[in-house]
């Protein structure tokens, strides 16, 4: 009967940890983010994306802080991402920078 409490505690825990959105997003999980972002807002601009548009030298994680008024969290990543840009050519995005991530159904999304 007590393994069966135990048992039962310890689902109670992971079910609130997990359902509260109480673990950061993961270095991978901010990549793929970050990737599908670029990739909406480039066919947004040009009304096409092409793989070659999007060239990753590296999206690595620093750090995140749980942000509890607005929810996900402030994650600081630093990046080198070249993009090319219709009538603009290719832009360089290097250095730390600071996004915000909530997560949905689908997973991780960046929030301006």
């Known amino acids: 009967m007590r393994n069966i409490s135990l048992v039962m505690l310890c689902t109670a825990v992971i079910n609130v940890v997990a359902c509260s959105g109480g673990v950061e997003p993961s270095e991978d999980e901010i990549k793929q983010a970050m ?53 603009v050519g290719v832009q360089n995005q290097k250095g730390v920078q600071s996004f915000r991530f909530v997560k949905t159904e689908e997973g991780w999304n960046v929030v301006q």
């Open 35 to 87: 990737l599908s972002q670029l990739k909406s807002q480039l066919e947004k601009s040009s009304g096409v994306f092409k793989e070659g548009d999007v060239k990753v030298r590296y999206i690595k994680k620093i750090g995140c802080n749980k942000v509890e008024e607005q929810g996900g969290y402030q994650c600081d990543v630093d990046i080198d991402v070249d993009l090319k840009l219709p009538f």
